[in-house]
């Protein structure tokens, strides 16, 4: 969990030009869930986010956070203020980052799953990811409760070193959920582990008549990622693990002595500075952040077909 490229960055680009999206046009019902979670184990500390599933009319669902995409109208105006006066602003002042920066797709009616992140290549962004085919064991209980507005019945399972307890409603009629879990007679309205580390709650949904899974800001700034990069689970791993450990590496050579001493109008410092600024952010997201969903990579092989 993370933000992938800063409001700096996002500045940097701010001047590029967006380009028209050639995808064809989807609908998608969205679902918002609200997850809590806790970032480090060895803390009682809890953290909330909320992120969404689309399921759309293209036999497909995306699972991501919602925080850029909430801001989209906010980044807008934002943007075409600095195309329009020439100056840099730091946003990190108006704008909430995500804490969540992958993406899980799931393809219909097969249920793969992909699992899609971005690293940094230079100043481009690149889409890395690994394919998996789960087969969830799911033991359907008989009890029932109303959750919200919603009729659900139990069920048990374990995945990704954790148990897992979901609570489902045959009135939406999707076999989805959030994150990688799916393959209920019925949507997941609420799931947590055990320990509750992990605990995802649905809180409403509407229909999105012209859907696209992108922010306004990944367009403008042609910062899709493109083609995805397609890994083994273990490579994508080591490849994300190295990336977090310096996530300027590939950064770094391009930075002259020169364009690090440039002041940057509209904002406090040196390029420099802002780079060394976000450097240690990075650090200390990572720093703070240990406690990852799956935590056994074995326990998640074995329920592979």
Same mark, same amino acid.
Do not use: C, H
């Given at each position: 969990?993370?933000?992938?490229?800063?409001?700096f960055?996002?500045?940097?680009?701010?001047?590029a030009s967006a380009q028209?999206?050639?995808?064809?046009?989807?609908?998608?019902?969205?679902?918002?869930?609200?997850?809590?979670f806790k970032?480090?184990?060895?803390?009682t500390? #809890?953290d909330?986010?909320?992120?969404?599933?689309?399921?759309t009319d *293209? &036999?497909? $669902?995306?699972?991501?956070d919602?925080t850029?995409i909430?801001?989209?109208?906010i980044?807008?105006?934002?943007?075409e203020?600095i195309?329009k006066?020439g100056?840099m602003?730091?946003?990190?002042k108006?704008?909430k980052?995500?804490?969540?920066?992958?993406?899980?797709y799931k393809?219909y009616?097969?249920?793969?799953?992909?699992?899609?992140?971005?690293?940094?290549s230079?100043?481009?962004?690149t889409n890395i990811?690994?394919?998996?085919e789960?087969?969830?064991?799911?033991?359907?209980?008989?009890?029932?409760?109303?959750?919200g507005?919603?009729?659900?019945?139990?069920?048990t399972?374990?995945?990704?070193?954790?148990?897992?307890?979901?609570?489902f409603s045959?009135?939406?009629?999707?076999?989805?959920g959030?994150?990688?879990?799916?393959g #209920?007679p019925?949507?997941?309205?609420?799931?947590e582990d055990?320990? *509750? &580390?992990? $605990?995802?709650?649905?809180?409403g949904?509407?229909?999105i008549?012209?859907?696209?899974e992108?922010?306004?800001i990944?367009?403008?700034?042609?910062a899709?990622g493109?083609?995805v990069?397609?890994?083994?689970r273990?490579?994508?791993?080591?490849?994300?693990n190295d990336?977090?450990?310096?996530?300027f590496?590939?950064i770094r050579p391009?930075?002259?002595q020169?364009?690090m001493?440039?002041?940057?109008?509209?904002m406090?410092g040196?390029?420099?500075?802002?780079?060394?600024?976000q450097?240690?952010?990075?650090?200390?997201?990572?720093?703070?952040?240990?406690?990852?969903?799956e935590?056994?990579?074995?326990?998640?092989?074995?329920m592979k077909?």
């Amino acid at each position: 969990m993370k933000k992938l490229f800063s409001v700096f960055f996002i500045a940097l680009f701010a001047f590029a030009s967006a380009q028209d999206s050639k995808d064809a046009k989807e609908s998608a019902n969205r679902f918002f869930y609200e997850l809590t979670f806790k970032p480090k184990k060895d803390s009682t500390k #809890l953290d909330k986010v909320v992120t969404i599933l689309d399921i759309t009319d *293209k &036999n497909r $669902s995306i699972y991501q956070d919602y925080t850029v995409i909430a801001q989209d109208s906010i980044m807008k105006i934002e943007m075409e203020a600095i195309q329009k006066s020439g100056m840099m602003k730091d946003l990190s002042k108006s704008l909430k980052t995500p804490k969540i920066s992958a993406r899980v797709y799931k393809t219909y009616p097969s249920m793969k799953i992909q699992y899609v992140d971005k690293i940094a290549s230079g100043f481009t962004p690149t889409n890395i990811g690994y394919s998996e085919e789960l087969k969830f064991n799911w033991n359907i209980l008989n009890d029932k409760q109303k959750i919200g507005e919603y009729n659900t019945q139990k069920a048990t399972t374990e995945f990704g070193g954790r148990k897992w307890t979901a609570w489902f409603s045959t009135d939406l009629p999707f076999q989805d959920g959030p994150y990688k879990f799916f393959g #209920l007679p019925g949507l997941i309205i609420k799931i947590e582990d055990d320990q *509750k &580390n992990y $605990s995802w709650v649905l809180q409403g949904n509407k229909k999105i008549k012209d859907y696209t899974e992108y922010s306004y800001i990944e367009s403008l700034m042609q910062a899709k990622g493109g083609k995805v990069n397609e890994l083994s689970r273990e490579k994508f791993e080591k490849t994300f693990n190295d990336f977090k450990k310096d996530p300027f590496a590939s950064i770094r050579p391009m930075m002259t002595q020169e364009m690090m001493s440039k002041s940057v109008p509209g904002m406090d410092g040196t390029v420099g500075d802002m780079v060394k600024k976000q450097e240690k952010q990075y650090k200390d997201f990572y720093n703070a952040n240990d406690n990852p969903i799956e935590i056994s990579l074995q326990s998640t092989d074995k329920m592979k077909k």
